[in-house]
T-cell receptor, first 113, second 114 residues
Framework: QKEVEQNSGPLSVPEGAIASLNCTYS??????FFWYRQYSGKSPELIMFIYSNGDKEDGRFTAQLNKASQYVSLLIRDSQPSDSATYLC?????????????FGSGTQLTVLP | ETGVTQSPTHLIKTRGQQVTLRCSSQ?????VSWYQQALGQGPQFIFQ???????GRGNFPPRFSGLQFPNYSSELNVNALELDDSALYLC?????????????FGDGTRLSIL
């Protein structure tokens, strides 16, 4: 079982719709969760991070964390063509070992004009 | 505030050669982490450096090695290059005192092995 799993997509949504990206993780001790956006040929860019159960909103982005079910999601409201990118879910390994990010393989999102 | 910078941007090598990639950490950050991202995959953790010592390593062979300097900048060295080493190499810096601090990546070095 992969440590961090994402639907690879591609996911297509029309402009103005809500895009929902999901991620599950295997280590119950994980404490920190991150969403990165990566445009083709570029490096990953941090867009959201969440540490506590529940929702965290930042502009058009909402991260949702459910530790009991071991999933984290990212909602993008009013999707724009400029949101078309690969979205990477990442999880910090628990304390006691070197801090490192474990990534999923990413979900490719296309927002259609 | 200067972010993470990496050099070179692109590099082409042949099998069996050796390569050195460089990373300058963000101001105030004392920890540097290196990742390898193959095409179509998420980044994979290679290792992390703190106080000039390796402080954690992923599932990479010993021919991947690194250094951290007193100014916290870092190098990634790869010996005996293989075709599968073709990837985007990413560096991220952070403050070891902030355990959950998000990591920000540099622009990366794209390494192509012929």
């Amino acid at each position: 079982q992969k440590e961090v799993e994402q639907n690879s997509g591609p996911l297509s949504v029309p402009e103005g719709a809500i895009a929902s990206l999901n991620c599950t993780y295997s280590d119950r001790g994980s404490q920190s969760f991150f969403w990165y956006r990566q445009y083709s040929g570029k490096s990953p860019e941090l867009i959201m991070f969440i540490y506590s159960n529940g929702d965290k909103e930042d502009g058009r982005f909402t991260a949702q964390l459910n530790k009991a079910s071991q999933y984290v999601s990212l909602l993008i409201r009013d999707s724009q063509p400029s949101d078309s990118a690969t979205y990477l879910c990442a999880v910090n390994v628990p304390p006691g070992s070197a801090r490192q990010l474990t990534f999923g393989s990413g979900t490719q999102l296309t927002v259609l004009p | 505030e200067t972010g993470v910078t990496q050099s070179p941007t692109h590099l082409i090598k042949t099998r069996g050669q050796q390569v050195t990639l460089r990373c300058s950490s963000q101001s105030g950050h004392n920890t540097v982490s290196w990742y390898q991202q193959a095409l179509g995959q998420g980044p994979q953790f290679i290792f992390q450096y703190y106080r000039e010592e390796e402080n954690g390593r992923g599932n990479f062979p010993p021919r991947f090695s690194g250094l951290q300097f007193p100014n916290y900048s870092s190098e990634l060295n790869v010996n005996a290059l293989e075709l599968d080493d073709s990837a985007l190499y990413l560096c991220a810096s952070s403050d070891a005192g902030a355990q959950n601090q998000p990591q920000h990546f540099g622009d990366g070095t794209r390494l192509s092995i012929l």
